[in-house]
């Protein structure tokens, strides 16, 4: 069974960092590009970050470009997201999600997400 | 930056057929993605590549994609089906995926 579980959410002030975690079990981890997806409250979808399998291709949302550092190791089955400088509307609950098996382009499994509250 | 639009809220009758539209410019040259959400959970791919279903989704959610519109239509709908639907798509012009904004559908 797939499972994805994200950890490291919490609540950081303005200015902060944190580190987010997904461990991946139950898949080849080491094959699939992997996602950061989040949801400010009570709002849509918003993609954060790409990643591909091999690391060799990253991609970032506009908003955290520059601030935001996806990386993965294939070894632990585990995918992060490096949060630096984060700001008020950084607050959302953050997903990672797996590329899909039969169409990259969409994400067939996801984690319940960790909430990360920025607040002073 | 590559837009897509979804109506805010559908409604529709227990029994009945649902369509969740997505907008964006020459949608139909894009494979879309369609994505339920319950209260509280997770997101759950129910339609991808625009009409192809994951294993376990009922046939009752099937997805067309043409021109500047995409459509996800749920027949027969259940009050299990209450909930928030996103479109999504990956824009290569720009390297980032989009989701549009979601679709609360109420099921009366």
């Known amino acids: 069974e797939v499972q994805l579980v994200e950890s490291g959410g919490g609540l950081v002030q303005p200015g902060g960092s944190l580190r987010l975690s997904c461990a991946a079990s139950?898949?080849?981890?080491?094959?699939?590009?992997m996602n950061w997806v989040r949801q400010a409250p009570g709002k849509g979808l918003e993609w954060v970050s790409y990643?591909?399998?091999?690391?060799?291709?990253?991609y970032y949302a506009d908003s955290v470009k520059g601030r935001f550092t996806i990386s993965r190791d294939n070894a632990k089955n585990s995918l992060y997201l490096q949060m630096n400088s984060l700001r008020d509307e950084d607050t959302a609950v953050y997903y990672c999600?797996?590329?899909?098996?039969?169409?990259?382009?969409?994400?067939?499994?996801w984690g319940q997400g960790t909430l990360v509250t920025v607040s002073s | 930056s590559y837009v897509l639009t979804q109506p805010p809220s559908v409604s529709v009758a227990p029994g009945q057929t649902a369509r969740i539209t997505c907008g964006g410019n020459?949608?139909?040259?894009?494979?879309v993605h369609w994505y339920q959400q319950k209260p509280g959970q997770a997101p759950v791919l129910v339609v991808y590549?625009?009409?192809d279903r994951p294993s376990g989704i009922p046939e009752r959610f099937s997805g067309s994609n043409s021109g500047n519109t995409a459509t996800l239509t749920i027949s027969r709908v259940e009050a299990g089906d209450e909930a928030d639907y996103y479109c999504?798509?990956?824009?290569?012009?720009?390297?980032?995926?989009?989701f549009g904004g979601g679709t609360k559908l109420t099921v009366l």
């Open positions: 999600a797996r590329d899909g098996a039969y169409s990259s382009s969409s994400a067939d499994y």
């Open positions: 139950g898949f080849t981890f080491s094959s699939y590009s």
């Open positions: 990643i591909s399998s091999s690391s060799s291709t990253i």
């Open positions: 020459n949608i139909g040259s894009k494979s």
């Open positions: 590549d625009d009409s």
């Open positions: 999504q798509v990956w824009d290569s012009s720009s390297d980032k995926v989009v």
